[in-house]
């Protein structure tokens, strides 16, 4: 089975996941708003699109539709300079 097929057999997933973030930023806008005016609508959308992204990319390593993040590959002692400084 291709990635394609893979990933086609699992919209569902992103179509829920995606749907309760609006649920949710919409029901944390209607709270915050009164509260906080404008910034706290911003500060919600961020919040709920990041919880959003976040659960959508563990979901499609967990199906393995998208690889795990390198984390070993960001690592300082893992770059080596081609410079050659004083």
């Avoid at 829920?16 to 973030?21: D, E």
């Avoid at 959308?45 to 979901?59: D, F, M």
Wanted: net charge positive; no cysteine; hydrophobic share 50%.
């Amino acid at each position: 089975m291709t990635l394609t097929e893979r990933a086609t057999d699992h919209q569902d997933l992103l179509v829920r996941s995606n749907a309760w973030g609006a649920v949710a930023n919409v029901a944390l806008n209607l709270a915050v708003i009164p509260l906080v005016g404008i910034t706290g609508a911003a500060a919600v959308t961020v919040l709920t699109e990041l919880g959003v992204q976040l659960r959508n990319r563990r979901a499609a390593v967990r199906l393995d539709i998208a690889p795990a993040w390198p984390w070993s590959a960001l690592r300082r002692d893992n770059h080596r300079s081609t410079s050659k400084g004083p």
